[in-house]
Every structure is written in C-alpha cells, then in structure tokens.
C-alpha cells in the first residue's frame, strides 16, 4: 500500500509526540468537526493518529474526512479484528482521547457501560490503565447537572479532563490547540532548547526630543516578553534587553534595561562578547533619531525637528554572531503577499534565519491577537489568528528546527 499523503505533515512542527501512538475518538457533539485540525495537530507533533467515530458523530462528519486527516482507517464499528483490544489493551497505545466528550460518553465511562464503539474502546483503557484524555462539551445545565458532576469526581483520580471553554452558557469544546499543549506536556516538552544561550530585544525604544518631550512607538513588549517566557519554560538561558514596554518580562531570563537605540545597540554588542546560540530581535527600535534641545521648545511658535537615521542594529549582527538569527519585521496595512516580500528582502539584507512578520495596523493595535509569517530563504509559514501566547509556541518551534 503506496504511503497516504496526509502523513507528508508528521514532524512538521515538533517530534514530542514522535513514535507515540494517540487514539482519538469522536463523540456526537456538533464540536466533532474540531476533531480533525486536533488529529492534525498531534500528527504534526509526531503522533500517530488513529481515530475512532461514534454512530451520532459519523452523522456530523464523515469517516472520510478523518481517514483523510490521519491517513488511518476509521473505526466505527467494532468486527472480529478485535479493534477495542488493538488499541486499548495493555501498551497497545500511549493515550486515548476522546474529543469532543459528551455528557452520554462520560457516565459510560464512569458506570461500566460499553455498547458503542467508543465507549468498548475506554473500557478496556480503563481497565488497563491506559491514559485517557476527555475535552468535555455540553450545555452549562448538563455540566452542573449532580449526577454529571459525580461521574467526572469519580473518573478524576484517573481519567485527565481539559477544561471545557464556558461561553454563552455552554460548557464548549476546549481549542484544539489547548489539547494539544496539554498532550505534549504530559509526553514532555522538547529538550532541544534545553541549555541553549539565546539573546533577545523586546519592547519599544525612547528618543529625546527635549528635556519633556520624546519620540517612541507603541509597542507594549508583549509578544517579546511571551517569547522570552516560553524560552526559558523550555530550559533555555534567556538574556534579554527591554526597552521601557509596559509587559512584564520573565522571573527567569536575565532583564538588561536600556531607553534608547544607542543603549540597546551597546548593550546588544557587549553582551555579544559572549557567545550565544540564538539571538531574537524583537525589540520595536526607532528607525530614526531627533536631533535633541537641550531646552524646552516653545509651544507657541511652529519648530522643525530634524531626525538623522538610527543604526540597524540586525544588519551588524552576524559580523560579530556566528550563531542563529531571527529578526522581527513590522509593517503597517500592506497586504500579505507585500508583507512576506518584505520580510524576506531584509532576511537577506542581514543574513538572518528567519524573519517573523506582522502587520501592526489598527486591526491588531493594542490586541491579544495577532496573525504573523514566519519567512525563511526557502518557506512561509502563516500562523493564522491565534493569540500572541500560542504564537510564541509556534516561533519556539520554527527555533528548534533551525538549531538541527
């Protein structure tokens, strides 16, 4: 049998999850159509999917479309292959699933009961003490319902539950994304970062205009600040040099402050006197510098303020840094594809691994979301909407490929 093409995504970005075998079993909730991107997701941190449908979700969904996810048979009836025993006796698998978990699939768990599929499938991981994973989604008044809430108390002390989202008085689906990060901490985080030096700028830098006066941009830190926290949570030695952004940078990395282009431009190369194995600008650094008066200018009477350019300080990195280079590139309501054009002009310019790109008009301004292309010399890859917390678990990954 030729190799299916969906398994061409396998290891696209990570190998947590790499030789591990994931059971996913889908429930009849209108949340089944998620089930496919959290299938894709683990298949691209190494997993190897295989799915079982319940007869009410092959109703919302077809089987098709999971085989094409996956790149494996559905199961959605049980035959004389024995397919409850393959895979979910003893080390048959490393983890069921059962994404979306109805109220209906919980108490048959809880109670003993196996008449469909998917709950024959958990009773034997029950019994054979192999992991299971439930993301519930039903109504808020079934979530509260006393005898609901007794199944999920008795099931605690061994089955795994990722908070349902409560929204619009719904218990809803957790994101697929949620599941996934709670997967890959329960098999442990990649350990490629573990160790590594890495440098990083964050935050926006400040210029004297006059003594009360100053010229700065709006960036808060925030997304430098994420990275930088999800760097050293992935055992990485972070400094990092933070101009005056109102996010708070981590406990762990070593805080370097500065103000201004020069500061950080010293500060970066002083510290370049050591070696590094990453280094991240991320930092929102003027492009121009005022001519600064010592005195107050008068507000009465029109002024000119005459700027002289300040120093790229990515472009004179790779002169005195030999290791990995990653810079941010910022543009304001350009389309995508001038964007990605863009960045991967100054990914050459100054011989930088990668480039993450965004666009920082209105639409994200002051947002938790964001949308960025990460550019290398040979690939893009668009992160979609997300929110900038699990951007930087997209950026930490593209980093870890790059160290291979």
């Given at each position: 049998m030729t190799r299916h093409?969906?398994?061409?995504?396998?290891e696209s970005h990570g190998t947590e999850l790499s030789g591990k075998r994931i059971v996913l079993c889908v429930a009849g909730s209108v949340a089944a159509y998620k089930s496919i991107e959290l299938a894709r997701l683990l298949m691209r941190h190494g997993a190897n999917v295989k799915c079982v449908m319940s007869g009410a979700s092959t109703k919302l969904i077809k089987p098709d479309y999971m085989k094409w996810a996956t790149g494996n048979h559905v199961i959605t009836k049980l035959t004389g292959n024995m397919e409850h025993i393959d895979l979910a006796d003893y080390k048959r698998s490393d983890l069921i699933i059962v994404y979306p978990s109805t109220a209906n699939t919980l108490g048959k768990l809880a109670n003993g009961i196996d008449d469909t599929p998917?709950?024959?499938?958990?009773t034997v991981a029950f019994g054979s003490k192999t992991p299971i994973l439930m993301g519930l989604a039903m109504h808020a008044s079934m979530y509260e319902n006393a005898?609901?809430?007794?199944?999920?108390?008795?099931?605690?002390?061994?089955?795994?539950?990722?908070?349902?989202?409560?929204?619009?008085?719904?218990?809803?689906?957790?994101?697929?994304?949620?599941?996934?990060d709670f997967?890959?901490?329960?098999?442990?985080?990649?350990?490629?970062?573990?160790?590594?030096?890495?440098?990083?700028?964050?935050?926006p830098t400040v210029e004297k205009i006059d003594p009360v006066r100053i010229m700065t941009n709006i960036s808060t830190g925030k997304t430098g600040t994420l990275l930088a926290s999800e760097l050293v949570s992935a055992g990485a030695k972070v400094t990092l040099v933070y101009g005056p952004g109102t996010a708070e940078p981590p406990k762990g990395a070593k805080i370097i402050r500065v103000k201004t282009v020069s500061e950080m431009f010293s500060a970066v190369k002083k510290e370049l006197r050591k070696k590094f194995d990453v280094v991240i600008l991320a930092a929102a650094v003027s492009d121009f510098i005022p001519k600064n008066s010592n005195s107050k200018i008068k507000s009465n009477r029109g002024t000119t303020?005459?700027?002289?350019?300040?120093p790229k300080i990515i472009d004179h990195i790779k002169k005195i840094h030999k290791g990995i280079l990653i810079g941010f590139k910022a543009e304001a309501n350009v389309?995508?594809?001038?964007?990605?054009?863009r960045a991967r002009?100054?990914?050459?310019?100054?011989?930088?691994?990668?480039?993450?790109a965004n666009d920082i008009g209105s639409r994200y301004n002051n947002s938790d979301y964001n949308e960025v292309f990460l550019v290398?010399?040979?690939?893009?890859?668009?992160?979609?909407?997300?929110t900038k917390a699990k951007i930087v678990k997209i950026i930490c990954k593209n980093i870890e490929k790059n160290l291979n």
């Open positions: 093409p969906s398994l061409d995504i396998v998917i709950s024959t499938v958990l005898a609901v809430r007794k199944n999920m108390q008795f099931l605690r002390k061994k089955v795994d539950f990722v908070s349902p989202q409560m929204i619009e008085g719904k218990a809803k689906a957790p994101e697929p994304e949620d599941v996934l997967v890959l901490t329960k098999f442990g985080q990649s350990k490629k970062l573990k160790g590594k030096k890495v440098l990083m700028t964050a935050g303020i005459k700027l002289t350019r300040a389309s995508k594809k001038e964007l990605v054009s002009k100054k990914l050459k310019e100054s011989d930088a691994d990668l480039m993450v290398d010399s040979k690939n893009v890859v668009k992160t979609g909407r997300k």
